[in-house]
């Protein structure tokens, strides 16, 4: 099992940056594929990014790819999501995934049942 922390969320205006992190412990880091999600309340929750184990791969959706970068950091245990040029509707609650699994191929896991540990969710607010 996997214990994922998110941190780096809040206040934003329009067109600003952010940085979330998402620390990781409890497994060889290295062996999970990492995905960030988004949710709004009453709507589904909305895959953002993803990346391979060894980070050579990454995936976005077109709402925020040129915008979003993901990377991570298999020494630290760490995966981040470098948001800038932020718009009102990237306000969300964010959360960090892990996958179990060597895969090098993250365009193929971009659902929330694709994913077996998840972070507990932190606050993206952007304001005009």
């Known amino acids: 099992q996997v214990q994922l922390v998110e941190s780096g969320g809040g206040l934003v205006q329009a067109g600003g940056s952010l940085r979330l992190s998402c620390a990781a412990s409890?497994?060889?880091?290295?062996?999970?594929?990492m995905g960030w999600f988004r949710q709004v309340p009453g709507k589904e929750r909305e895959f953002v990014a993803a990346?391979?184990?060894?980070?050579?791969?990454?995936y976005y959706p077109d709402s925020v790819k040129g915008r979003f970068t993901i990377s991570r950091d298999n020494a630290k245990n760490t995966v981040s999501l470098q948001m800038n040029s932020l718009k009102l509707e990237d306000t969300a609650v964010y959360y960090c995934?892990?996958?179990?699994?060597?895969?090098?191929?993250?365009?193929?896991?971009?659902?929330?049942?694709?994913?077996?540990?998840w972070g507990q969710g932190t606050q993206v607010t952007v304001s005009s």
């Open positions: 990346i391979s184990w060894s980070g050579g791969n990454t």
């Open positions: 995934a892990a996958k179990l699994g060597r895969y090098s191929v993250p365009r193929y896991y971009t659902r929330t049942v694709d994913y077996d540990y």
């Open positions: 409890g497994r060889t880091f290295s062996n999970y594929g």
